[in-house]
């Protein structure tokens, strides 16, 4: 299946859910468990399109000790289709014929304390606008799959448990973060240069290569970041993270989410910093 089908196999998908599932709200209650005395057990994890947020790449390339540029080059792919305005990140199956998540093991997943946020939602998915929804509010649903042996189980669980059962108040909240970026309303009508988009995927994805745009370019020359925020994002990636998310409200929608110093403007204006190093992710 090629990336054309596999996004069209995806958005016929939730067109059914927006017009077949039934919609749960953080009270409801289903039953559900996965352990390896369900007979079904570690089947889910194999050939399956697993998109990962930036949080899911920064708590996994941790866990693996790696840098991004190591784990998106070995664990991940980044389909392309005509129709889609931003680049996204997919977890690489791995080449057996199963196709198996290359972090399974037979006792189960081998990073199981930072797997990615679709991981620890199954059994229950989540719509929210911007993602087919029109003049709806979020919910949840659940996929309940007739393959699946652990909706068998006697264990239940409302909505809101699972969420807390399976860490995902965290996950949720870094979330929220990266959908105020990439479903934001500019993209509605417009479309990102080469350079943006490369901008984009840097920022959300690559969090060293922008820890050196930030450090290594001419950046802090030209924008007016305070010492604190700069220690901070220096060591702590979470920092970094919200840090690149300010940034690209402000290089991509024109949000007065950063400062430019006094100087960086003036040059602007007399068009002598138009192409500066620090200015143009680019140049970097």
């Not at 369900?38 to 941790?62: E, S």
Request: charged letters at 35%; aromatic letters at 14%; hydrophobic letters at 35%.
């Amino acid at each position: 299946m090629n990336n054309e089908e596999k996004m069209a196999k995806i958005v016929a998908l939730k067109k059914e859910i927006l017009e077949n599932y039934k919609r749960l709200n953080l009270n409801d209650s289903f039953r559900f468990s996965c352990n390896k005395d369900v007979p079904c057990f570690n089947a889910c994890c194999k050939d399956i399109n697993i998109f990962l947020t930036p949080y899911d790449i920064l708590r996994m390339k941790k866990r693996l000790g790696l840098s991004s540029e190591e784990f998106l080059s070995k664990f991940t792919l980044t389909p392309f289709t005509k129709d889609m305005k931003l680049p996204v990140v997919v977890l690489k199956m791995g080449e057996d014929p199963s196709k198996k998540c290359s972090f399974v093991s037979e006792d189960g997943c081998t990073i199981y304390e930072d797997r990615p946020w679709p991981c620890r939602m199954y059994p229950l998915g989540f719509a929210s606008p911007g993602e087919g929804l029109e003049n709806e509010k979020e919910f949840y649903f659940l996929m309940d799959e007739p393959d699946c042996l652990g909706f068998k189980e006697n264990r239940e669980y409302t909505v809101e448990s699972w969420l807390s059962d399976q860490g995902l108040n965290e996950y949720n909240e870094m979330g929220e973060f990266f959908k105020e970026i990439s479903l934001h309303p500019y993209f509605e009508k417009n479309d990102l240069s080469p350079e943006k988009m490369e901008m984009y995927f840097t920022a959300c994805y690559n969090l060293d290569k922008f820890r050196r745009f930030i450090f290594a370019s001419n950046f802090l020359k030209y924008f007016d970041v305070d010492n604190e925020t700069i220690e901070k994002i220096k060591e702590d990636d979470i920092e970094l993270m919200k840090f690149a998310f300010r940034w690209l409200k402000f290089s991509l929608f024109g949000e007065n989410t950063m400062k430019m110093k006094d100087e960086a403007v003036r040059e602007r204006k007399e068009g002598i910093g138009k192409n500066k190093k620090g200015v143009d992710f680019q140049d970097e």
